[in-house]
């Protein structure tokens, strides 16, 4: 059995603590994550237009074609600061929860299927 690392691009609204799921890939791209946007656009409808700021890392595939989609709106990007995971608290939880409720799940799965303990 191989592993495959998995990108999940997750949109979380602070204010409910929603969740909305933008995809799952391989190999995000710029054109990846900028489509996972105007999904979520289309989604929403014109609760979109509601979003006031867009709290999001430095990684490479937020393009400014992704920032785009959301400053047609009005919305105010922030890019956090390197290695301050402070700064995106709700986002960092819930990357530590999947790490270790969906991983570990996994792991016990794999180890039961194998056969060994």
């Not at 204010?15 to 799921?21: D, Y």
Request: glycine fraction near 8%; hydrophobic fraction near 40%.
């Amino acid at each position: 059995m191989l592993l495959k690392r998995l990108y999940v691009l997750v949109f979380i609204e602070h204010g409910t603590r929603r969740m909305h799921l933008g995809g799952i890939t391989a190999s995000p791209t710029g054109e990846w994550t900028m489509q996972q946007a105007r999904n979520l656009a289309l989604s929403l409808g014109e609760r979109f237009e509601d979003i006031r700021f867009l709290i999001r890392d430095r990684g490479s595939n937020f393009t400014t074609s992704f920032d785009a989609v959301f400053q047609t709106t009005g919305t105010t990007i922030l890019r956090s600061a390197v290695q301050a995971p402070r700064m995106n608290a709700t986002c960092e939880r819930l990357v530590g929860t999947l790490r270790r409720e969906l991983l570990d799940r996994m792991r016990s799965s794999a180890s039961n299927i194998c056969g060994s303990s």
